[in-house]
Nanobody
Framework: QAQFVESGGGLVQPGGSLTLSCVAS????????MAWFRQAPGKQRELLAS???????NYNDSVKGRFTISRDNAKNTLTLQMNNLKPEDTAVYYC?????????WGQGTQVTVSS
């Protein structure tokens, strides 16, 4: 069964950086368009970035120019480099395939941006 383990979150000051990792198991990410999502308290889950391969990526306008998605198919891992973090980036971050039907969601990793 497909599983995701997200890690790398934490507390960071505005303007800071974090790198999130997502290790997938039970399937090969090379067969899918993969993506990062986030969900803030009281809000719906939001698509942030998706990646087909190194030349084909898409970003939500809210993170464009600040976040970078990458993937290592050999390690079955997805990464999200986040720079210039803002308080509104505070949320739980998840990875999954870009399009539904989604695989079971992992536990996510909490990112809190606060001074």
């Amino acid at each position: 069964q497909a599983q995701f383990v997200e890690s790398g979150g934490g507390l960071v000051q505005p303007g800071g950086s974090l790198t999130l990792s997502c290790v997938a198991s039970g399937f090969g990410i090379s067969n899918y368009v993969m993506a990062w999502f986030r969900q803030a308290p009281g809000k719906q889950r939001e698509l942030l970035a998706s990646m087909v391969d190194g030349d084909r990526t898409n970003y939500n306008d809210s993170v464009k120019g600040r976040f970078t998605i990458s993937r290592d198919n050999a390690k079955n891992t997805l990464t999200l480099q986040m720079n210039n973090l803002k308080p509104e980036d505070t949320a739980v971050y998840y990875c999954n395939r870009r399009f539904s039907p989604y695989f079971p969601w992992g536990q996510g990793t909490q990112v809190t941006v606060s001074s």
